[in-house]
């Protein structure tokens, strides 16, 4: 018997029907072991000695592979074809090893696709485990414990309310602040554009002004109102004659095929997509042998696939949209490892495949992989110039028209949102009538429009992922999981799918760009990633490359942790005085307080994080938020935070800040009362605080009970009630705003949603996994009364505490449900259970009545 080792369950099946009789094929259900999350795992006096563990729920799924081992002939190891899949295959031989169940063929295969002819043509050329990929492995896992295992206690203890930091995550949450930090020192200048709306043979077009009284107009030239109307009026007034037509055909080229970065990118941007969520629907396909392995940052196709792609333009368009030969790309990419395929389709003559979200992503693979051999799209763009008599005058028509589309009859690159300047450029998309020299268009209008230059914008997952790639920082197949950190760690929010610095994300980033510098910088973490880079390359040895870091980096952590939190603050108050108390422009002192007038204002460390404090505490209370800066309008937090009065009490209405975070309080004392602050309110006013202040709002009562219908936030954001049943909002203003009839229709929508319990109504799922293997219900990820929990409509499987909801993969999905399901006890013994009990129930009741006292005696004597 061969036994394979893939990493799904769901491509064990589909291998094991492809290789037939004399194969047993097992998932290990990705990953089995890693380093224990504590001191000592990797011990660099050692000569960086690392301890591995078992995964708490592979037990069971190892115990099958070892089993299934002690009986094969030979071991095929064909996990994942990247650094990650090879990982996975050392543990699992290193695991085989250790209990004595390594059979004595051991061999390694990859495939970068799950079809029968790809899959029987890979066993044919089997290979050993890469051992320089191994070195790399160990060597970026070791790196990334050794950060975030020295540095995360530093912060702990010198840094109040830091949670952790890592390699990457740090520099990706550095990008997102040195925006934020951009746009806020953004000065917005205000500059005019004159347009004319001209015609021309019936046909309408616009034509800008870019030379005024002899002089070209730069972007911001027209800096005023007054000069603006000058502008307008003359060229109202003056006659414009076409001078120069100017015709340049012009050629775009297709894009190539996906990598793992542009996908979460162009998902991102075209689907609204998150870079997880794009990962595990591309996962899915590419286990269902839809797609071919989608983490790789190499651009081109396998030849089969470049033929089959031609085939299938051929078949849809006409022969001008293929290009005579095969287009051949290469990654522009640094630090691209091009082993592996572009993603594409594993048969180009589906051009469709699956359903929802899965359809969706799958569609945009097809439709790019098949424009990257389509002909060059030809365009015609046109510059038309008018000038009035004295030649001091100058407009400008552009436009463009495609001639021939190409590529671009199936697929064109989403974009980003441009920086300052871009939305009012000129519209070369324009079509322009036909013009020759000396003709004179009819004016029809002119107009004088007000612009302010813009800052950057945020940074999208998109953007960001493209960043951080240009940098040469991390591997396109982590930037999911480290964007997901950020977030899970409160350091950064997003909003409109645009990512925001939180206060702590901004303190944490100017502790480490303060203390450790080097550690953040985008050279130090795209050299390491070179670095490794040579270790799988097998220029470079891995304990090499940790001695070097560790050589520096420890002694570094070591000079912070000797320091006092106090010291630590100090240092920051100086390295941030220009954000926490920029310059005035009347003169004055930033950091005078602006309630004692006497005391000076600095950085403090408080239990749940810092903020600024006067000097003259407790006399004067005076704080401010560390996020919120300094400069005009500043206002005090905490107890100074007042926003005016309650007009029914006459109590005053007060925004503090709490364990928890921001919250309003109405008057004083224990029995104040306080409501939290949702993050969705524009601007928190004394309206705003009094509603939230008022809550629950009772709707009114139900049409059919007759019961009260009741708005709310609650702990897991806003929510309707009614007779003990739940349907949730989508806002906080949805909870002021809903009527009677929506309330009812929603809470009906919930109920039917819940299913059989009924007793409350069902939260929308927090992802789906597609049908379980066996059972064939639909898996849902669900978030319970007592933590998120799987399932497939029949078994019910609590996550683990040392997983995350959001990183969740179908491979653990079905093992804890199939865990779960083979733990529960079988049909039948349920029922029997409690007659036994009941038919002894008389000789155990004195017993019964005696365990609770035993109980509370240990509880107090414990305590």
């Known amino acids: 018997m061969q036994l394979v080792i893939v990493e799904s369950p769901a491509k064990a099946k589909t291998i094991e029907k492809y290789l037939g009789p004399g194969f047993k094929v097992l998932a290990s259900y990705g990953h089995v072991r890693d380093l224990p999350v504590k001191d000592g795992s990797v011990r660099p006096d050692e000569d960086f000695a690392m301890d591995w563990e078992l995964y708490g729920d592979k037990a069971a799924r190892v115990k099958a592979i070892v089993d299934s081992a002690k009986t094969a002939d030979r071991l095929i190891l064909a996990t994942d074809p990247d650094r990650e899949g090879e990982a996975i295959s050392w543990h699992v031989r290193e695991l085989l090893a250790k209990r004595k169940a390594l059979p004595r063929e051991v061999e390694r295969v990859t495939f970068n696709a799950i079809t029968k002819a790809t899959v029987t043509e890979a066993m044919k050329h089997p290979r050993e485990l890469d051992q320089d990929l191994i070195d790399a492995y160990l060597a970026r896992r070791a790196l990334d414990y050794l950060f975030g295992f020295t540095l995360s206690p530093v912060l702990w203890r010198k840094l109040p309310g830091a949670k952790s930091a890592g390699r990457v995550q740090s520099v990706a949450l550095r990008l997102i602040v040195e925006r934020e930090r951009e746009i806020e020192v953004f000065k917005a200048q205000e500059y005019w554009s004159v347009v004319a709306l001209l015609e021309q043979g019936g046909t309408p077009f616009k034509a800008r002004l870019v030379r005024f009284e002899g002089e070209k107009l730069e972007r911001l030239s027209l800096g005023n109102e007054g000069i603006a109307l000058r502008a307008k009026a003359l060229v109202e007034a003056a006659t414009f004659r076409v001078e120069e037509v100017e015709t340049r055909p012009n050629r775009r080229n297709p894009y190539p095929p996906f990598t793992t970065s542009t996908l979460q990118q162009e998902a991102a941007r075209k689907l609204g997509f998150s870079a997880s969520h794009t990962m595990r629907v591309a996962q899915t396909l590419y286990e269902a042998g839809a797609i071919t392995y989608m983490r790789t940052d190499g651009v081109q196709m396998d030849s089969s696939a470049i033929q089959a792609a031609r085939a299938a333009i051929s078949t849809r368009y006409s022969g001008h949209y293929l290009p005579e030969k095969p287009r051949i790309y290469e990654t522009k990419a640094k630090n691209a490892q091009e082993a592996h395929e572009a993603i594409r389709p594993t048969d180009f003559s589906h051009d469709r495949y699956g359903t929802g979200d899965e359809a969706r992503l799958y569609d945009l693979i097809y439709k790019r992989a098949m424009a990257s051999q389509m002909a060059s799209a030809l365009i015609e763009r046109t510059t038309v110039t008018l000038r009035e008599g004295t030649g001091k005058h100058e407009l400008r028509a552009t436009g463009q028209v495609v001639k021939f589309p190409g590529f671009l009859a199936v697929y064109e690159e989403g974009r980003d949102q ?446």
Not at 436 to 460: C, E, I, M, W
Not at 735 to 750: C, W
């Open 418 to 863: 441009k920086a300052d300047g871009a939305e009012d450029g000129e519209d070369e998309s324009s079509l322009l009538p036909i013009m020759n020299t000396g003709d004179l268009p009819a004016k029809r209008g002119v107009d004088a429009t007000q612009h302010f230059t813009q800052p950057p914008p945020r940074y999208s997952e998109a953007s960001l992922v493209k960043r951080l790639e240009e940098l040469g920082i991390g591997r396109p197949s982590t930037y999911a999981a480290t964007l997901q950190v950020l977030k899970d760690r409160n350091y950064v929010r997003t909003e409109k799918n645009r990512f925001f610095a939180e206060e702590s994300g901004r303190l944490l980033t100017a502790f480490l760009e303060r203390f450790f510098e080097r550690y953040v910088a985008y050279q130090f973490t795209a050299g390491m990633e070179d670095e490794l880079d040579d270790v799988s390359g097998g220029r470079a040895a891995w304990k090499a490359v940790l001695e070097a870091f560790w050589r520096d980096f420890k002694p570094k952590s070591d000079e912070v942790m000797e320091k006092k939190p106090s010291e630590v603050t100090a240092e920051l108050d100086t390295f941030l005085e220009d954000y926490l108390f920029p310059k005035r422009e009347d003169g004055s002192d930033p950091r005078l307080c602006p309630k004692c007038q006497a005391g000076r204002l600095s950085l403090r460390g408080g239990r749940y994080g810092a903020f600024v404090a006067c000097s003259n505490y407790p006399e004067c209370k005076f704080t401010r938020k560390f996020a919120q800066g300094g400069g005009e309008g500043e206002g005090g937090e905490g107890e100074d935070a007042g926003l005016g009065k309650d007009p029914v009490t006459g109590l005053e209405v007060t925004r503090r800040t709490g364990r928890f975070g921001p919250y309003i309080q109405l008057g004083d004392g224990k029995e104040a009362k306080r409501a939290s602050i949702p993050k969705d309110i524009p601007e928190l006013d004394l309206e705003w605080a009094l509603k939230l202040l008022s809550l629950p709002r009772e709707i009114g009562p139900h049409p059919e009970t007759g019961k009260i219908i009741t708005a709310s936030i609650g702990r897991y954001g806003p929510y309707l009630a009614h007779d003990g049943k739940y349907g949730r909002l989508k806002s906080t203003s949805e909870v002021f705003e809903t009527g009677m009839n929506a309330a009812v229709v929603k809470l009906a929508e919930a109920a039917a949603g819940a299913g059989a319990r009924g007793s409350r109504a069902a939260a929308e799922p927090l992802n789906t996994f597609g049908a379980h293997p066996t059972s064939g219900g639909e898996m849902k990820l669900l978030a319970g009364r007592y933590g998120a929990y799987v399932t497939d409509g029949t078994t019910n499987a609590t996550l683990p505490k040392d997983v995350k909801p959001e990183d969740l993969t179908l491979e653990q999905a079905i093992a804890l449900i199939e865990a779960r399901a083979a733990a529960a006890p079988a049909k039948g013994k349920k029922k029997a259970a409690p007659k036994k009990a009941a038919a002894k129930a008389p000789a155990k009741k004195p017993a019964a009545k005696k365990a609770p006292a035993k109980k509370a005696v240990a509880k107090k004597s414990a305590t």
